[in-house]
């Protein structure tokens, strides 16, 4: 008896600390993953979830990776093409998992960008985390920088009906290849950002954007493990 109890109050903490955490993207389960002949690496096509209205099927800038342990997003901005965010729209209760936690390493870095001057405004690697209210989305931007402070960043859209932005470099610089883990808290971070209550308890996607192209430079950064939980 008492060890099924400990079995019963074992597969209760495991179910209950599953139940806390969503895994938004992993990038584990794509399909038609091509072997790239110059490379020991495999990649494909950015998986179907991520929307880019028009371009998700000419995509040469975001690849899906396998390095023979995980698969991850690639971002490679290519010289002479404007920067492309690409989204996944995927419904979450910030109220209950305010945390968003993923994975991020650069590769390379778009030297010379800064949020200080919109020519320039250039981020090696970003994540976007959206809400929406009426016909208002609501997008925070969380920049990796190669030079600015953390903190920094810029607003964009305050009074446009359609959307607005807010944007703050949470990492800067550091070394390249390495990967490192963000964990934000999303409820808090909007209301410091935007000087309010979120306006939906529900988020309604995430996003990527390497870029540059106000730099022309051509920074790459990996993602991966993009989670929402609790705590
Ligand atoms: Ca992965």
Redesign the pocket.
Known sequence: MRVSLVAFFSLFSVLSFSSQSLVIE???SLPNINLKSDSNVMSGPAPEQWEKPNVLNELKDYVVVFDGT???LRAKFLSGTKGKVIFKKAEWNVVEKPFLSWSWRALDWATGSTVKDNRKEDSTASVYVSFKSGMKNYVIKYIWAHTDSVGTGYSKGKWNPAGALEAIVVRTGGELNQWVQEKRNVVEDFKSLYKRDIPSPMATGIGVLTEGDGTQTQPQADY??FVASSN
Do not use: C
Request: charged letters at 50%.
């Open positions: 992993d990038f584990e995980s698969r991850f991966d493990n």
